[in-house]
Nanobody, 124 residues
């Protein structure tokens, strides 16, 4: 079973950037497709982006296309989520999750291993 730990969250002003990291242990990261999700207070968890274990990725929502970029470094057992041009509505807890299937997926129920999350707050 893979364990996931997110890091890199924090407080940033509108228009700012953050890079989130999802580091895996217990199992090689290249055995998993990784998804990033977020959950704002009072809202359901939603897909942000996902990357296949062999590279291809998918953006899960039009509102994030062109602003958020997912990438992976299997040698470092880490998947990154670069957040640019952040907006107050991006404020949420960001989670990464793993699934053994090859295809990336945007539904939370498609993943069976989750990290604890990292808080991103966008505010002036």
């Amino acid at each position: 079973q893979v364990q996931l730990v997110e890091s890199g969250g924090g407080l940033v002003q509108p228009g700012g950037s953050l890079r989130l990291s999802c580091t895996a242990s217990g199992s090689p990261l290249d055995s998993y497709t990784i998804g990033w999700f977020r959950q704002a207070p009072g809202k359901e968890r939603e897909g942000v982006s996902a990357i296949s274990r062999n590279g291809p990725d998918v953006a899960c929502a039009d509102s994030m296309k062109g602003r958020f970029t997912i990438s992976r470094d299997n040698a470092r057992n880490t998947v990154y989520l670069q957040l640019n041009n952040l907006k107050p509505e991006d404020t949420a807890i960001y989670y990464c999750a793993a699934r053994p299937q090859v295809l990336p997926a945007c539904l939370p129920g498609s993943y069976n291993s989750w990290g604890q999350g990292t808080q991103v707050t966008v505010s002036s």
